[in-house]
Nanobody, 124 residues
Framework: QVQFVESGGGLVQPGGSLTLSCAAS????????MGWFRQAPGKEREGVSC??????YYADSVKGRLTISRDKAKNTVSLQMNSLKPEDTAVYFC???????????????????WGQGTQVTVSS
């Protein structure tokens, strides 16, 4: 079964930047949708950004600050995070699903695969 491994989390000051990466353990077909979720302490897991071959979704809370990208040749999906805020502090999870829309993955959480998560802490 395909596995997804995240990297790039850490501690950053407010206003700083981080780039998260998620690598799949095998080739991922183009029709797979990939994305990022996050879960802060005491809160539900939420979809942050998802990408497919014909669409991208961003949660309202991150629009203009986060950019998702996918490298199909390397089977990776990345999340460039700028202007980070303390409320962005959470465990960030890579997610993937077969043949869904970005809305179904990010909003309705039709997730087939999860990564193990990487901690992002925004604090001075």
């Amino acid at each position: 079964q395909v596995q997804f491994v995240e990297s790039g989390g850490g501690l950053v000051q407010p206003g700083g930047s981080l780039t998260l990466s998620c690598a799949a353990s095998e080739n991922i077909p183009d029709y797979y949708v990939m994305g990022w979720f996050r879960q802060a302490p005491g809160k539900e897991r939420e979809g942050v950004s998802c990408i497919s071959s014909n669409g991208i979704y961003y949660a309202d809370s991150v629009k203009g600050r986060l950019t998702i990208s996918r490298d199909k040749a390397k089977n990776t999906v990345s999340l460039q995070m700028n202007s980070l805020k303390p409320e962005d502090t959470a465990v960030y999870f890579c997610a993937a699903a077969n043949s869904v829309t970005v809305q179904n993955l990010c909003v309705r959480a039709y997730v087939s695969y999860w990564g193990q998560g990487t901690q992002v802490t925004v604090s001075s």
